[in-house]
Each structure stands twice: as structure tokens, then as C-alpha cells.
């Protein structure tokens, strides 16, 4: 912190004599949470859930072109987040952990394939239906809500796991106390999300005061900067940060509503897969609801997510 | 076809309202670079070391930095130092920054167009610094470098996009809205490209203009 602090003073120092503006060591990488402004928290480090994921033997599916190419390659490519804390995550030294991760290893596992052997991909948001599309990735884990226009494009399993609208603030902040106290306040999210559409649209804040940044970490290094004062976007991905420096930040624990229908909106994490591929569907699904069943699914929800604090229940398989 | 046009109209007010974020950066950047450019230009080409040093090492360090840097030095580590520039300016003063070096060396290169023997006379007839320059060699600088000028504004139109990765709502976001709205994704960035030729089409419009009447005979 000390050192970002003065490496960033001494390159606006640079930029205020004229000699201007390369960052150099001064500007803080903006994909990397903790580093820029929050002091590092000892839970960056990468543990894993402890949840056996023994690959099977034996497995066929048939009329899967996705399976039959995993089968292949004797290794599958997973699509995943990196930035969110305790959801889908990348530690300093390389290693990935969190809900979806695990999640995307106990499909892996399923299909016969060693989680050791799971070639990561970062995809961003936007980018998610077409790499799933054009077959970038077998299958795609990480925060994805299931929706009826992305069925158009791509095939969801599951749900495995249904979110909520919150806020995160720092920690001193009493006055932001839900939805409708968020008039005057900056409030954060990524570019063009369906959360910030929602903030927009309903008026929840000036839009003047909506920000939007590509990832969400560097929401929330604005946040602790204070140069905006709320971050909103789904609880469980909140949850995560708060978790991850929980001397600074909170989450709120109140769920937007729907003006019309005073009900929240579910957003239904689905695992992405080929919109065309209905076996590798049903036994992703299979899969899942296995897991529910035997108690991989709380373990690996008790070792991830559930250290924040939060509960959560497993929602009901849509399978069509 | 039907889609393709859809995934304008249906999206209409989030498409004309980021273009218009584009078209107030570009005005605001474009005078001001102009403005920086031209200050850069003189301190170049001024009989004051100090100045001419100044103007040499802003152009080498900002025309070599990636503007991506610009723009995360002053939203991510200026507020470090608890001051506070709202994301709109803080990309007009990014882009502007960047911009300028480029207005400077398009413009230097017009000022070597300019027989040397035109500033001595100027001279001899007793004028100042100031004089030569913005009443002899500036206006036939000008003259000479329309057309790269003309390009490094249209490239300046397309560099504010970096700024959608900053807060700053405008063309470059508008992938992102609709991708989170289910649309199809090649439709989306046809009409993104078509949005900006529309942006394009008066530069060259100007340029065209300008180059007829400011031709010069020599």
C-alpha cells in the first residue's frame, strides 16, 4: 500500500513537471483486486473446497460432437472467471479457486476427465456466447445467468445456483441502506450490466452518478478510493469481496426488488454449453443433481461461498 | 435483414446516446488538442531552451505511451493522492494529452515547410517571436498539413473508445449493453462501424473543403 502510494505520487509528480504520463510502476494493474488500494488480505491465497472429485471411468455419451471432442483431446477447456473472489478466481501464484471453479471441476471429474487436466479459459461477459459458439470452450462456468435470449444462442444446465441484486459499500457507510437510498450516491458496476440497466432505468441514482468499469474489482478499488459509493451487482459475487477484506467493505443484505411485482430478480447461474448439444445437456444435469444429492455440492458451497457467511439453498434443476 | 435492423431500433436510445458521448469527447479533445498542439509547436520552435526541452520530452514521452496508461494513470492513481477528477474530464484531459503530441509533430513537420527566408525577413522587418510565428509560419504551416491532420483526429475519434473501459458511457460501451441484452453480436458491431463512418464522413467533408481553399500555389 505505502509503496503504490508513493510509486503513484512520484508518477503524478512526474506527469505535474511536464514530463508526463507513463505510468510505469505508478499505475496500479487495473485487473488485479487487492493490489491497488486494499491492503492484501491473507485469504487471497487459492484454497480448495477439500471436495473429492474422482474422475470416472467409462463414460459415453452419445450424440455429443462436445464430448466426443473432449474425449479426444483427453482434456477439456473450461471457460472461467478470474477476478471474482471465492467464485472464480486466479491467486498471485497462478492457482484457481472458488464456487464456479469447483462446479466446472465436478463436471470435468464427471466426464471422465482429471480436474488437474482442465484447460482454463478467461472469457469476459460479453464475450461468452460467442466463444461458447464457436467452440472455443467445451463449456462455460462462471456467473452466467441463465436468460431466454441466450438460449437462442447457447444451451444452458442447471441452474446450480440462483443470486440476487445487492450492494457492497465500505464498511463506515450507514447511509446506504438498500435500493432506495442510493439518490446522490455513485454507484458501480461492470459496463452495460444488467444490474447497472436496472439502476438506470428505474432511477435509482442520477445517471450522472452511474460508473461503469469493465470488471468489478476495479469497481471496487473505486469504491475504496472513494470515488464512488456503492457497487452493485449480484450478492454472491459482493459477498466475495466483502470476504476478502472484510475490515473495509460490507454488503448491505437487502435484494432489489421489481417495482411492479416486489419480488427480487433471480438470476439463475447456468453452466454454458452448445446451444445444439441436448446429450451433453442431460448429463450435465445428471451430473449436477448427483452432486446435490450425495453432498458435493454443500461441501464444495461450505468451502467456497459459505465462508462469507451466507447460506444459500439448491435451487431446482430447469432441465428441457 | 429484419434482425439486422432490429438490433438498431430496438436499441435506439442506448446507441444515440452513447454516440453522443463520442461526439462531445471528440469536440472537447479534438479544440483543445488543437490548442496544446499548437502551444507545443511554438515551444518547440522558440528560442528558449528550457522551452524547446519542455516540447521535445512531453511529445517523446506521451507519442511513445500507450493511451490505455494515460487514461489508468489518472482514474486509478490520481485518486491514490485524494484528488478527485470525475471520468468524463479525466478522459478529456487523457485524450487531449495524447492527442496534442501528435497535433505537435503534424504541425512541425508543416513548419519546415516553410522557406526558413520567410521568418528572417519577418525578422528583419523588426516583428517578435510571437509575430513570425502566429502571423507568418503558423497560417502556411496549417495550410501545408491538412490532410495529416485531418488523420490524426480520425484516429483521435477512434482512440476515445479506450475510454468506455474508463466510466465514460460512450460507442466504445455499447458492445457490452447489447451483448448483455442477448443481441446478435456481428449486427451489433455493423452498426457500431456504421456509426462511426457517419462520424467520419464530415472530417473528410472538412479536409476536402479546406484543401481547396487553402491549397498552396508554390
Known amino acids: ?320 | 435483414m429484419n434482425e439486422f435492423l432490429h438490433v438498431l431500433t430496438d436499441n435506439w436510445t442506448t446507441i444515440w446516446q452513447h454516440f453522443w458521448v463520442t461526439i462531445q469527447l471528440f469536440l472537447i479533445a479534438g479544440v483543445a488538442s488543437l490548442v496544446l498542439g499548437t502551444l507545443l509547436t511554438a515551444m518547440r520552435v522558440s528560442p528558449v531552451p528550457a522551452l524547446r526541452g519542455f516540447g521535445t520530452t512531453y511529445v517523446l514521452l506521451l507519442r511513445n505511451c500507450p493511451l490505455t496508461l494515460v487514461f489508468a494513470l489518472l482514474v486509478f492513481a490520481v485518486p491514490k493522492l485524494d484528488v478527485n477528477i470525475d471520468y468524463f474530464p479525466s478522459a478529456c484531459i487523457a485524450l487531449t494529452a495524447y492527442t496534442s503530441a501528435f497535433v505537435c509533430e503534424a504541425l512541425r513537420a508543416g513548419i519546415n515547410t516553410v522557406p526558413v527566408g520567410q521568418a528572417e525577413a519577418a525578422r528583419a522587418l523588426g516583428m517578435t517571436f510571437g509575430q513570425v510565428l502566429s502571423l507568418i509560419v503558423l497560417p502556411q504551416a496549417f495550410r501545408t498539413v491538412v490532410p495529416p491532420m485531418v488523420s490524426v483526429l480520425n484516429a483521435m475519434l477512434k482512440n476515445t473508445t479506450v475510454a468506455a473501459g474508463f466510466s465514460v458511457a460512450e460507442a466504445g460501451a455499447i458492445q457490452a449493453y447489447l451483448s448483455e441484452r442477448g443481441e446478435n453480436q456481428i449486427y451489433t458491431i455493423l452498426w457500431i462501424m456504421i456509426g462511426f463512418l457517419i462520424l467520419v464522413l464530415p472530417l473528410i467533408v472538412m479536409q476536402r473543403r479546406l484543401e481547396n481553399r487553402w491549397g498552396v500555389a508554390r
Open chain 1, 1 to 320: 500500500m505505502r509503496i503504490t502510494r508513493i510509486a503513484a505520487m512520484a508518477a503524478v509528480a512526474t506527469l505535474s513537471l511536464g514530463l508526463a504520463a507513463c505510468g510505469k510502476e505508478g499505475t496500479p494493474t487495473p485487473e488485479t483486486p487487492g493490489q491497488s488500494g486494499a491492503p492484501a488480505a491473507a485469504s487471497d491465497a487459492c484454497t480448495s473446497s477439500g471436495a473429492t472429485l474422482t474422475p470416472a471411468t467409462g463414460v459415453d455419451i452419445a450424440g455429443s460432437p462436445t464430448f466426443a471432442k473432449i474425449k479426444s483431446a483427453g482434456k477439456v477447456v473450461v471457460g472461467v472467471k478470474f477476478d471474482q473472489p471465492n467464485l472464480g478466481y486466479k491467486d498471485a501464484s497462478g492457482k484457481r479457486c472458488g464456487f464456479d471453479i469447483e462446479i466446472a471441476q465436478l463436471i470435468a471429474s464427471k466426464l471422465g476427465i482429471d480436474p488437474a487436466k482442465i484447460e482454463y479459459k478467461e472469457v469476459a461477459s460479453a464475450n461468452r456466447e460467442t466463444s461458447i459458439k464457436g467452440g472455443e470452450v467445451d463449456y462455460y462456468v462462471g456467473t452466467y445467468s441463465i436468460t431466454d435470449k441466450r438460449k437462442a444462442d447457447v444451451s444452458f444446465a442447471g441452474p446450480y445456483f440462483i443470486a440476487a441484486q445487492d450492494l457492497l459499500v465500505r464498511k463506515d457507510d450507514t447511509s446506504i441502506t438498500g435500493s432506495e437510498s442510493l439518490k446522490g450516491k455513485k454507484v458501480c458496476s461492470a459496463t452495460g450490466s444488467t444490474p447497472i440497466q436496472r439502476v438506470r432505468d428505474q432511477k435509482l441514482t442520477e445517471d450522472s452518478n452511474i460508473v461503469e468499469f469493465k470488471t468489478y474489482s476495479e469497481c471496487v478499488s473505486q469504491l475504496i478510493d472513494k470515488k464512488v459509493d456503492a457497487v452493485t451487482t449480484d450478492d454472491a459475487i459482493l459477498k466475495g469481496y466483502a470476504a476478502q477484506n472484510p475490515s473495509m467493505l460490507k454488503v448491505v443484505g437487502k435484494p432489489f426488488t421489481d417495482p411492479a411485482t416486489g419480488k427480487a430478480y433471480p438470476e439463475k447461474y447456468g453452466i454454458g454449453l452448445s446451444h445444439d448439444d441436448k446429450a451433453l445437456r442431460d448429463f450435465v444435469n445428471a451430473s449436477l443433481e448427483a452432486a446435490e444429492k450425495d453432498g458435493t455440492w454443500q461441501k464444495i458451497y461450505d468451502g467456497t461461498l459459505g465462508k462469507s457467511g451466507s447460506s444459500a439453498t439448491i435451487p431446482p434443476l430447469e432441465k428441457y
